[in-house]
């Protein structure tokens, strides 16, 4: 049985930014392949920075924390400080995760990098060092 951190459980009960940003500048759709949850993720940026950030999770306790957390990490991010983010970081943040829920923490920071990457090859003027 897992032991999650006190972290874990308020942000799997109250979880932060959930919802849905309809005119989101990015967005990513992720599946975990190792359990199937599933993870949304919107973006609004501007001036090379994050302004909010929207998920919606389909999954477990972890998936969920992981999302709410990760959310909260990357707003007011730069885009090139967003996509530094590690599942490492977002577990760390968490106050750490059992090993056999670390794909969870990376669901999350996949899922934003792919929405952040997505932006980019869209708006090259918007990429880090441009």
């Known amino acids: 049985m897992a032991v999650y951190s006190d972290i874990v459980i308020e942000h799997f009960q109250n979880p932060r930014n959930v919802g849905v940003i309809p005119d989101a500048d990015a967005s990513a759709r992720m599946e975990s392949p190792v359990c199937g949850d599933l993870m949304e993720v919107y973006l609004k940026i501007a001036d090379g920075r994050i302004q909010d950030a929207k998920f919606r999770t389909f999954g477990c306790g972890a998936a969920i924390a992981s999302s709410s957390m990760a959310t ?39 899922a934003i990098h792919k929405a952040l990457q997505g932006y980019l090859e869209a708006h090259p003027e918007g990429q880090p060092g441009k």
């Open 72 to 110: 909260e990490m990357i707003k007011g991010m730069a885009l090139a400080e967003a996509l530094a983010l590690t599942d490492e970081r977002v577990a760390d943040a968490l106050g750490g995760l059992p090993e056999q829920k670390m794909h969870c923490s990376n669901l999350a920071a996949s």
